[in-house]
């Protein structure tokens, strides 16, 4: 059994979320620098251009990014010959996202459902962290780390198809959602899809497609196509940087599978706004 | 699209000129408000009372920013999404308010009170917060410190850029723009 220090996971999870809140990822930044050069109206191509402006000064001077600096959201893979020494995971999790998101000067944006009280004095700093724990093979952790603005969440859904509505169901229901989104969740953005399994676990699945570098390619070539087929279909609609018109609305496509009923053919829909802030860690 | 440099307290005469699609510099004195703080606002002005600032020509900025470093005026402010204060916008254009920032689509009862009341919905890059919160030279929380990044600020802008979105012609970019860039199969 590996025993892994509890200050090394607070410590690394801080880190991750210092590092997020002021660097875009390179593979965003790429994405929209292709997006700008590609995107056919002026508007939206000065847009991308302030966009890819402010993460240069957001790098430049460890400014945020956005103010909207999220709710910390975190898959983890822990192996089962990994024991935490001095303390719970989950809490060391925690714990390191109070301090990133004090260290960097964040914005600590949970609240009370319905008062809306923010809650960062009473249970912590934009706490708790959103953390879907899964148990893997091995003596290490692997944690991916996304901070997810409150914009591009609202516009999400998710619904249960009967099993006729096939591929064609599937690809119609996410251009929908994203065509009634409009400007409003921060284009150009990325989508994820969750296709299968239960209701919680299309969703789930459609949140962790936007951990996936943007350029990457599904190993599953079925899907890999749908994705491009429906990237296709998102760019027709015309919506472009920030709702402005233009051709660029979405960068990329993601999709996750899973096995379902066979009387249920579950779908979620989750988008992630232009500043999409990933990254991940092996300890 | 024209360019325009505008300094705030906006009159009817600047808003009228705008079209939808012109990209305008602002500056001067600006307030920051979203969903908690409109809604005291709007229940003081149907109360009759004085709100914590001058209405008259004001622009609000649909904000709330991260904390300052030491040092800074303000932390990033970028626009926060401005459907939620659609139930708030129209009152506060009828007496006398003159812009809205925000990102995000409106509904019809605030752009037809654009066109009623000479009000300008001015769009600003969402994400953007590092650049836009650099255009902040000042600021301070003027009413309900207690709402934390909600309270209302008074700052000053200097060359803050932004779009028009909705004009006092109840034209509407978002509509415009995705019209020319829609290809229908």
Do not use: W
Not at chain 1, 132 to 151: M, P, Q, R
């Amino acid at each position: 059994m590996r025993e892994i220090a509890y200050e090394d996971v607070v410590k690394a999870v801080r880190d991750m979320i210092v590092y997020c809140g002021t660097d875009l990822p390179q593979d965003t930044y790429d994405a929209l620098k292709k997006a700008m050069e590609e995107e056919k109206s002026p508007v939206s191509k000065e847009v991308i251009r302030q966009i890819l402006e402010n993460a240069d000064i957001a790098k430049d001077e460890k400014r945020p990014l956005c103010q909207d600096t999220g709710l910390a959201v975190f898959f983890v893979k822990v192996g089962e010959d990994v024991k935490i020494k001095g303390g719970l995971l989950k809490d060391a999790i925690n714990e390191g996202t109070e301090q990133g998101y004090k260290d960097a000067y964040l914005r600590a944006s949970t609240c009370e459902p319905f008062s809306r009280a923010n809650l960062k004095d009473k249970i912590g700093y934009n706490l708790p962290a959103i953390i879907h724990f899964d148990l893997v093979e091995g003596d290490k952790i692997d944690i991916e780390y996304a901070a997810k603005g409150g914009g591009s969440e609202n516009v999400s859904r998710a619904r249960v198809f009967a099993p006729a509505a096939g591929k064609e169901g599937i690809i119609n229901y996410v251009k929908e959602v994203i065509s009634e989104a409009g400007g409003n969740p921060c284009p150009p953005i990325t989508v994820g899809v969750g296709i299968g399994g239960t209701f919680e676990k299309a969703c789930i699945s459609s949140k962790h497609a936007l951990f996936r570098d943007i350029g990457s390619v599904n190993p599953d070539p079925e899907l890999a196509e749908m994705e491009a087929k429906i990237l296709e279909e998102i760019n027709k609609l015309g919506i472009g940087a920030m709702g402005m018109g233009g051709t660029k609305t979405a960068l990329a496509v993601h999709i996750e599978s899973n096995p379902c009923h066979i009387a249920s053919l579950p779908v979620s829909v989750n988008v992630q706004c232009h500043s999409s802030r990933h990254t991940h860690i092996t300890i | 699209m024209a360019q325009y440099t505008l300094t705030t307290p906006l009159t009817s005469e600047d808003t009228k000129k705008l079209k939808a699609g012109d990209t305008v510099l602002l500056n001067g004195t600006i307030y920051t408000a979203r969903d908690a703080a409109h809604k005291r606002l709007v229940e003081l002005l149907e109360k009759g009372e004085e709100l914590p600032f001058d209405i008259e020509g004001s622009v609000i900025y649909f904000v709330g920013p991260t904390p300052p470093k030491p040092g800074d005026p303000i932390g990033s402010a970028g626009p926060t999404t401005s459907y939620r204060m659609d139930s708030y916008s129209p009152t506060m254009l009828k007496y006398g308010s003159k812009g809205m920032i925000g990102k995000g689509k409106r509904n019809q009862a605030v752009k037809d009170a654009c066109v009623e009341y000479d009000g300008i919905y001015f769009g600003a890059t969402g994400g953007a917060g590092a650049l836009l919160g650099k255009k902040i030279t000042s600021a301070e929380v003027i009413a309900y410190p207690e709402l934390g990044p909600e309270a209302v600020r008074k700052i000053t802008v200097k060359d803050f850029p932004v779009t028009v979105i909705n004009d006092t012609h109840g034209n509407d970019l978002y509509q415009m723009g995705r019209e020319q860039y829609e290809v229908k199969d």
